[in-house]
């Protein structure tokens, strides 16, 4: 059975949702910052998962486990297990709204159950990576107020220090978009369902001759 345009509507969105949250959540680009000498370019990015230091163009990367005894000066920052719990929820989400979408029957009864789970499936994730990006903003505009008080201090001293902007924040944003218009299109999608099955029923109906 030839799939509608609404639900071709509704795979392409959660294909390219999945595609951007799940870009944004494996880049090192939460959080970027630099801090810069006469001498030296310190330039430290960050990712959910791990935190990517480059001193004079060589790079490295290191897990938050091995900065645990530096966790007092990333106060700023909300909790990462939190950060990647939402970031993860959204993705995998976002990932068995696809499978479900793409694995139901012809049947318009059973279409009408998945496409329901959908619904809620899609709500759910985008609600979670609505308050990743909300955490995420503020912990950047905190920072940047920082680093600006800082450099104020350190006028005396060479030092430059730069809040970069925080690409995988615009990702997810993007993400976002495209996250609630496949919500609003598997809404559209069901509903366009229950026409269907509606007529259907009709349809099937005895005809009484009198």
């Not at 480059?54 to 645990?68: L, V």
Request: hydrophobic content about 50%; overall charge neutral.
């Amino acid at each position: 059975m030839a799939r509608s345009v609404r639900e071709i509507a509704t795979l392409v969105l959660l294909v390219v949702t999945f595609v951007l949250w799940f870009i944004a959540m494996v880049t090192p680009g939460w959080f970027v910052f630099s801090v810069e000498t006469s001498l030296t370019k310190l330039e430290i990015q960050m990712s959910l998962f791990y935190i990517k230091i480059c001193n004079n163009g060589i790079c490295a990367s290191k897990t938050y486990e091995e900065f645990s005894s530096y966790r007092v000066n990333l106060s700023i920052m909300p909790e990462f297990i939190e950060l990647q719990l939402e970031a993860i929820a959204g993705v995998i989400l976002c990932g068995i709204c696809f499978i479900l979408m793409i694995s139901s029957s012809s049947c318009s009864c059973s279409k009408r159950a998945t496409t329901l789970a959908v619904v809620i499936g899609s709500f759910i994730a985008v609600v979670s990576e609505s308050i990743l990006v909300i955490r995420m903003v503020d912990a950047n505009v905190k920072a940047s107020k920082i680093l600006n008080k800082a450099e104020t201090m350190l006028t005396t001293i060479n030092y430059d220090m730069d809040l970069n902007f925080p690409y995988s924040v615009l990702i997810t944003g993007v993400g976002l978009v495209s996250g609630v218009s496949s919500f609003v299109a598997s809404i559209v999608f069901r509903s366009s369902l229950k026409e269907n099955s509606g007529g259907q029923v009709i349809s099937m109906a005895p005809v009484v001759h009198p």
